[in-house]
């Protein structure tokens, strides 16, 4: 793949006027006003058919859990281009609103429906996946972000034939309105065993149960299309029918379960940072020809072309790692974890130096809000932040290169 189809270009053009319509008009409520994305997103299921995508999908899965098949872990014989074609286009202008559908439906509705029994499915993933219900996933804590995992005190204690889950999450992504939260806890059974070796259990946690707190959305420096929150729990009972699969041993451990969602955020990221980088290409170029000093445009500068020649590398190199993960994934290849890792690291860092060169190249303009690009090169930041670092990036693949 070389190109996008004239298929995927025809999704395209139909997402643009979506976006045209639909999320532009929103755009300073979305950024200034503290406007949730959510009934957009539903808005967008609706038009696209996307919800009824996501009940077939779901049925499949369920039938196959209950035949106990082995899921597929790729998207063989579909096309997943047109997933990633709507996270490009969408981030040209909201990569919060991204972020905040694919932690509820990919990161909070995934894994339920990964490691959930049926009757969980039923419960809570369905209206996930559909996006009729607001999900959360919750891993990070003050203490332990990178560390995720070893760092853990969110603590679960069994009590009878359930659990009292105490302690806090943090910059958690739609945490002040989720619906439904998946969250991390180390089981603490009392044998003594050190904190950073015990069992990870995940649990699943509906709004307004006692002892559950979830605050209101925190300032942040971009992404204000998403809602990132703290979740305080005390003394929070939860039956054994909450802990996902109704077992302390899931396939892999609990761990795993974590560390399978790292690959696709990872590559998942490329393409958000496709989109901020193709809009950032754009509106430089457009203004770099009309914005005259000295009488001539800036574009003939050549202190302004090195910026966009740099930036169109940039774009041509993000591309192309997005177009081979869609031709991998069609074709049933997995990424390894170093290159998930690798797409990560080098995307979200082109995204972040593009979208400042766009700034640079808009002058005093591009430090104003209504040109738009100081919104993404904000919103970009946290790229090279979520879904692991870029140091923990680097270290994931050496790590990977050098044991595998
Ligand atoms: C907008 C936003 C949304 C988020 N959404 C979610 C969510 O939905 N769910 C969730 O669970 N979490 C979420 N997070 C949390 C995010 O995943 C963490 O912030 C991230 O993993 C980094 O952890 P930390 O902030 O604790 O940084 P730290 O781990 O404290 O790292 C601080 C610095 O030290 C560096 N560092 C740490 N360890 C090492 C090392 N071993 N070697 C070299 N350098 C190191 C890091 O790279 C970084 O530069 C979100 C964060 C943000 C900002």
């Keep these: 793949m070389y190109d996008w189809s004239e298929e995927h270009q025809a999704i395209i053009q139909v997402m643009r006027r979506f976006v045209d319509e639909e999320i532009r008009p929103h755009l300073d409520d979305l950024e200034h006003n503290g406007m949730p994305p959510f009934d957009i997103i539903r808005k967008l299921y609706a038009t696209f058919g996307l919800k009824e995508m996501a009940q077939e999908n779901f049925k499949r899965q369920l039938e196959r859990k209950i035949s106990g098949e082995e899921a597929p872990r790729t998207s063989r014989g579909s096309d997943p281009a047109a997933q990633l074609i709507s996270t490009i286009e969408l981030c040209r202008v909201s990569p919060g609103l991204v972020t905040s559908m694919g932690v509820s439906t990919g990161l909070a509705g995934g894994t339920i429906n ?46 009878g034939d359930g659990y009292i889950l105490n302690g806090s999450k943090t910059w958690i992504t739609n945490g002040p309105y989720a619906d439904t939260i998946v969250l991390y806890a180390k089981l ?20 307004g ?84 000093q000295w009488g001539t445009p800036i574009g003939e500068y050549q202190l302004v072309q090195q910026k966009l020649a740099n930036m169109e590398v940039a774009r041509v190199n993000v591309r192309n790692m997005v ?41 005093g303009n591009g430090y104003i809000a209504e040109y738009r690009v100081e919104q993404l090169c904000r919103d970009a930041r946290v790229l090279r932040i979520y879904a692991g670092t870029d140091e923990l990036q680097i270290i994931a693949i050496a790590k990977d290169l050098i044991r595998n």
């Design 114 to 159: 990964k490691l959930g029994t049926p009757a969980q499915m039923e419960r809570w993933g369905l209206d996930l996946v559909t996006f009729d219900k607001v999900g959360s996933w919750a891993i990070s804590e003050p203490d332990s972000g990178s560390d995720a995992l070893g760092g853990m005190r969110t603590s679960a204690k069994r009590d």
């Design 188 to 207: 603490d059974d009392g044998s003594g065993e050190d904190i950073r070796n015990r069992k990870v259990l995940t649990f699943v946690l509906d709004k």
């Design 209 to 292: 149960m006692p002892g559950l707190v979830q605050a209101k959305p925190m300032n942040k420096m971009g992404q204000h299309g998403s809602p990132t929150g703290e979740v305080f729990l005390s003394d929070v009972y939860v039956g054994k029918d909450r802990l996902l699969g109704e077992t302390e041993d899931p396939k892999g451990g609990g761990r795993s379960s974590a560390k399978d969602n790292f690959v696709s955020e990872r590559a998942g990221t490329a393409a958000m940072a496709l989109g901020i980088i193709e809009e950032c290409c754009k509106l430089a170029v457009d203004y770099a020809k009309t914005r005259k």
């Design 323 to 363: 177009f081979m993960h869609i031709e991998r994934s069609g074709a049933g290849v997995v990424p390894t974890f170093a290159e998930a890792s690798a797409m990560k690291l080098y995307a979200a860092q082109a995204a972040c130096q593009v979208a400042d060169d766009a700034i640079q190249i808009f002058g």
